[in-house]
């Protein structure tokens, strides 16, 4: 089965930038989507289509792919920024490959 | 607004089955894919299957192959989620979800806590 590897925890200062990545074979040829999921929460679309914003998603949050690798950068990081990111990939050749990455803990210091 | 909610908690034994509920709001249920999405304690998130809700279609994945069902009501603007064979592994909080354009899952609902005991 596909696996999709985030590292476990990133921390990062206020006002830095933190980047988050997301490893899966071949990811350059999928679409990626990012989530924030916030403690007793559902989780909360903040990137898709590999860069695109929902309305309402600040523009700190950006998203790019390259090779095997998906990052999702949150510029400026604030407080309210602490959760845990979750990737998803999607395939449109296929009508069930819908893959969620292992998810990254961000911590605000 | 695009509301998705759920049924309440649920308390299952092992074997027993569950059935869930997404009752849906604020856009033409028709137009859309729903999808069911669960989480484990402290766990990642984990597809289980969509529905087309125009045509009643689904797809399901091949983990949850004969244990899940979805299935739609077109007037009620709900789609519900039933899970048979309940073991200690299924307890989770399961979300449905709306699916965009891309695959991706823009509205969710509150999500609801099934609890496998004995």
């Known amino acids: 089965s596909y696996v999709l590897t985030q590292p476990p925890s990133v921390s990062v200062a206020p006002g830095k930038t933190a980047m988050i990545t997301c490893g899966g074979n071949?990811?350059?040829?999928?679409?990626v989507h990012w989530y924030q999921q916030k403690p007793g929460q559902a989780p909360v679309l903040v990137i898709y289509y590999d860069n695109e914003r929902p309305s309402g998603i600040p523009e700190r949050f950006s998203g790019s792919k390259s090779g095997d690798t998906a990052t999702l950068t949150i510029s400026r990081v604030e407080a309210g920024d602490e959760a845990d990111y979750y990737c998803?990939?999607?395939?449109?050749?296929?009508?069930?490959?819908?893959?969620f990455g292992t998810g990254t803990k961000v911590t605000v210091l | 607004q695009v509301q998705l909610v759920q049924s309440r908690a649920e308390v299952k034994s092992p074997g027993a089955s569950v059935q869930i509920s997404c009752m849906t709001s604020?856009?033409?249920?028709?137009?859309?894919?729903l999808t069911w999405v669960r989480q484990a304690p402290g766990q990642s998130l984990e597809w289980m299957g969509w529905i087309n809700a125009d045509n009643g279609n689904t797809k399901y994945a091949e983990k949850f192959q004969g244990r899940v069902t979805i299935t739609r009501d077109t007037s009620a603007t709900t789609t519900y989620m039933d899970l048979s064979g309940l073991t200690s592994e299924d307890t989770a909080v399961y979300y449905c979800a709306r699916q965009g354009n891309y695959g991706e899952f823009g509205y969710w609902g509150q999500g609801t806590l099934v609890t496998v005991s004995s």
């Open positions: 071949n990811i350059e040829t999928k679409t």
């Open positions: 604020g856009f033409t249920f028709n137009f859309y894919t």
């Open positions: 998803q990939l999607w395939d449109s050749h296929s009508d069930h490959f819908y893959v």
